[in-house]
């Protein structure tokens, strides 16, 4: 499965500000300082912010001390709720033309698309932000020691 650079992006931008704790209005971070850490264009993170704010995942600060943001708790964000507010195509629903009578197309959807899409939905719900960026942690090479 492909996954578009501007979901990837969102969720690694997501991930850093759960591993640094950004869940508050005084723990906000702006989209320059974020392009700069994870070296991502910063027209392109804002791009996708504005999608993040309007979902929901993030809120934002304005003035000199602004940027965004985690709107909840990384525990309560899924994968899911962050596909779907930057992949919202990913999750349309398969529409046949009314004037046609698409038995196969009916069939198609029916037995592969619709079991696919509700196997991608539980499982992207069952992953959150926090599960990510505890695993980020555990493989993070800070957490490797060297024996001598």
């Known amino acids: 499965m492909r996954i578009s650079a501007r979901t990837r992006y969102g969720l690694n931008a997501l ?3 759960a591993l640094q704790g950004m869940t508050t209005e005084n723990d906000c971070v702006a989209v320059i300082n974020l392009s700069e850490q994870l070296n991502i264009s910063k027209i392109y993170l804002e791009q996708v912010f504005a999608l993040l704010k309007r979902g929901g995942i993030v809120q934002s600060v304005k003035g000199a001390g602004g940027g965004y943001f985690l709107a909840k708790p990384p ?3 899924s994968a899911f709720s962050v596909f779907s507010v930057i992949e919202t195509a990913m999750f349309e629903e398969p529409k046949t033309p009314p004037e046609s009578d698409d038995y196969i197309g009916n069939a198609m959807n029916n037995a592969i698309l619709r ?3 509700e196997a991608i939905k539980e499982t992207l719900s069952a992953i959150s932000l926090e599960s ?3 695993s980020a942690k555990k493989n993070s090479s800070e957490n490797i020691m060297y024996y001598l």
Do not use: G, K, Q, T
């Open 15 to 17: 991930i850093y500000m």
């Open 132 to 134: 990510i960026a505890d």
């Open 115 to 117: 079991p696919l899409d």
């Open 75 to 77: 525990a309560e964000i």
